[in-house]
Nanobody, 120 residues
Framework: QLVESGGGLVQAGGSLRLSCTGRTFTYYAMGWFRQTSGKAREFVAA????????YYGDSAKGRFTISRDNAQNTVYLQMNSLKVEDTALYYC?????????????????WGQGTQVTVSS
């Protein structure tokens, strides 16, 4: 299982760091997605198996940073300069065979999500 944590309520301009832990996914490519009610799941960021490659969605570029610590079996999403439109349920996902993808259907395992709410 993948377990996300670190979500919460923050004011616009603030920061949050999300974490995703999954003992069996240490050497999987990992991704973060987000979703709001009535909308499709949106790609946020992805990272390769050893952290050598990272990819970002347009909304995350320049503000969010994905990283991983395989010794701790954890993937992080550092989110800075948060905006109201970043409010969403954030999901962590594991891609067993790929190198990190923008496509949600590429991922094999998903967490339950952690809610991020940004107030104005």
């Amino acid at each position: 299982q993948l377990v996300e944590s670190g979500g919460g309520l923050v004011q616009a301009g603030g920061s949050l760091r999300l974490s995703c832990t999954g003992r069996t996914f240490t050497y999987y490519a990992m991704g973060w997605f987000r979703q709001t009610s009535g909308k499709a799941r949106e790609f946020v960021a992805a990272i390769g198996r050893t952290g050598e490659s990272t990819y970002y969605g347009d909304s995350a570029k320049g503000r969010f940073t994905i990283s991983r610590d395989n010794a701790q079996n954890t993937v992080y999403l550092q989110m800075n300069s948060l905006k109201v439109e970043d409010t969403a349920l954030y999901y962590c996902a594991a891609d067993q065979y790929g190198l990190g993808s923008r496509r949600a259907e590429q991922y094999d395992y998903w967490g339950q999500g952690t809610q991020v709410t940004v107030s104005s």
